[in-house]
């Protein structure tokens, strides 16, 4: 039984038992089962979205595309002091024979070349864009259970088809591209909308950091996965990365489908105790009208300063983030000079950082948290989540091959303290609206979609010439100037309070009560002392 400690009054004017969050089960609750479950979804969602770039690598005839454009590389060269100087360290000089470059690129069937490469992997986010916003609406109106479930299945049937689309053509692939997006966009609208109904407000760092986390675990799996299986697999090699990864998240969908619910109130094994916890923990920052009825305040949502430095965030976050997700196997192939195994296996190392840190961070986050408020709390980690990423990633750029650990360390503590932004303005949607969070991720994740497929094609036009250590310099630098812009603008602008447009009156009014009550209980005692 919970303990009494103190009253509280509901919406009814009828005062409830105060539940000691101590007295509710956390290993074996339905929440942290919740947790788990979307863990592994996330892996799952993840390993679909990045495989194609360590695909890629091996995919593409790499031989013929750089010989198209040897001459125009030549020149540049012999007039670059850097890229001289770059390419006689690592054994790639000027004038290098066609059996030099057989060495230095291990060859595929397909000729792509860079600009075409950045478009197949920004296509993706050009379907990712369209569901956002939509994404969330459909999943705080009929659930975020069934949409996120529809999203993931047909992602894993368009990873399936991806071995005879690319062997189609690149338009095909795109398109293939285009429609997984479209069905990955339903993916995080739906689960903020879910944890908007199952998180309570201390434990929310730590059970979305650690859901969300799946997604690094996702790419620390793939890219040394597909690695192996580009060189080692069925099928041809690159084609297996797909067959394998396909049907094993299908197995997580029917999981899903069978062991989830929208809300505790729906889910059929949660304890009583732990259903009223988190119903009393939210009490104060939820709508509880029928979600079918919903009305959105769209015109207070968008004249709100905290939503606009959320949507500014997420724009920064996915500009680094899909700068490196979709490149770092190019990076380490061209500038680094790694081959296609230590290429799998150091481009997961900045995702086991990254996965690490969210996690520690998420835990830290709920502790910093009982301390200070939620405001500041999302301004340490939203902050620090930008800031040191952009200073290493300054660093990063005046590194080259000869420099290989220094620039695979910088590259992932630059990854690493990145994730400290989940619990910053990831989670800050749930913070500032629970009952809406779903629809204000999909607001700001379709603003931050926009650099997913901007951001392939600049670092393809960048880098198209040379594949050097001073063109990937200005890949770092721009990544690094549009994270320090928008850690400024979260630190004036963003907040962690419910705000009044994303509450019931009915409910503020109640809130109100209890915090009288609360004070008022605090002064006798203060007099007994």
Not at 136 to 143: D, I, L, R, S, T
Not at 241 to 263: A, C, H, N, R
Request: proline share 4%; with cysteine.
């Amino acid at each position: 039984m919970a303990k009494t400690k103190d009253a509280l009054i509901d919406k009814a004017g009828i005062e409830e038992a105060f539940i000691d969050p101590k007295d509710v089960p956390w290993w074996t609750s339905c929440r942290l089962g919740l947790a788990v479950l979307g863990f592994f979804g996330f892996i799952n969602l993840y390993a679909l979205r990045v495989n194609l770039s360590v695909a890629i690598v091996c995919m593409v005839n790499g031989t013929a595309v750089h010989l198209n454009s040897k001459t125009e590389t030549n020149n540049r060269n012999s007039s670059d002091p850097v890229n001289q100087h770059f390419d006689s360290n690592c054994g790639l000089v000027s004038g290098n024979t066609n059996q030099t470059m057989e060495r230095k690129f291990e060859d595929g069937e397909i000729v792509w070349d860079k600009t075409t490469q950045g478009l197949i992997l920004g296509s993706f986010f050009w379907g990712y864009l369209t569901t956002q916003v939509l994404g969330g609406w459909v999943a705080a109106k009929f659930g975020g259970k069934r949409v996120l479930g529809l999203g993931m299945t047909v992602c894993s049937v368009c990873t399936i088809l991806t071995p005879f689309a690319a062997q189609t053509g690149f338009v095909f692939l795109m398109v293939i591209r285009i429609v997984m997006g479209i069905a990955s966009g339903t993916v995080f609208p739906s689960m903020h909308t879910i944890w908007g109904k199952w998180a309570p407000p201390l434990e929310r760092s730590k059970l979305t950091a650690f859901t969300y986390a799946g997604s690094q675990a996702g790419i620390v799996i793939t890219f040394p996965l597909s690695s192996l299986l580009c060189k080692y697999g069925f099928a041809g090699g690159w084609p297996s990365i797909f067959y394998v990864l396909g049907p094993l998240s299908m197995i997580w969908v029917i999981l899903w489908m069978v062991l989830t619910s929208d809300s505790p109130e729906q889910h059929k094994r949660i304890s009583t105790i732990e259903k009223q916890y988190i119903k009393q923990s939210l009490r104060n920052t939820t709508r509880p009208q029928d979600s079918k009825d919903l009305k959105v305040p769209w015109r207070s949502i968008f004249t709100s300063p905290p939503v606009f430095a959320i949507i500014l965030s997420n724009i920064a976050s996915d500009w680094g983030g899909y700068t490196f997700l979709t490149n770092i196997p190019s990076y380490m192939k061209e500038v680094l000079k790694l081959d296609i195994t230590s290429n799998g296996l150091y481009s997961a190392l900045p995702y086991i950082g990254f996965w690490f840190v969210v996690n520690v961070a998420g835990v830290f986050a709920d502790f910093t948290q009982k301390c200070l408020s939620t405001t500041m709390t999302r301004k340490i980690f939203e902050v620090s989540g930008k800031v040191l990423p952009a200073l290493l990633l300054i660093g990063l750029g005046y590194l080259d091959c000869t420099m290989k650990g220094l620039a695979i360390a910088l590259l992932t503590l630059g990854v690493s303290f990145s994730a400290l932004q989940y619990s910053g303005f990831l989670i800050n949607h749930m913070d500032i609206a629970p009952a809406y969070a779903g629809i204000l991720f999909g607001i700001s994740n379709s603003c931050g979609a926009i650099s997913g497929f901007v951001s392939p094609p600049v670092v393809g036009l960048i880098t198209e010439k040379n594949q050097s250590r001073s063109e990937w310099q200005k890949v770092f630098f721009i990544a690094a100037a549009i994270y320090l812009c928008c850690a400024l603008f979260y630190l004036v602008f963003g907040r962690g309070e419910p705000q009044r447009w994303a509450v019931e009156e009915e409910t503020l009014e109640v809130e109100e009560l209890n915090q009288a009550k609360e004070e008022k209980e605090n002064l006798k005692a203060s007099e007994k002392v």
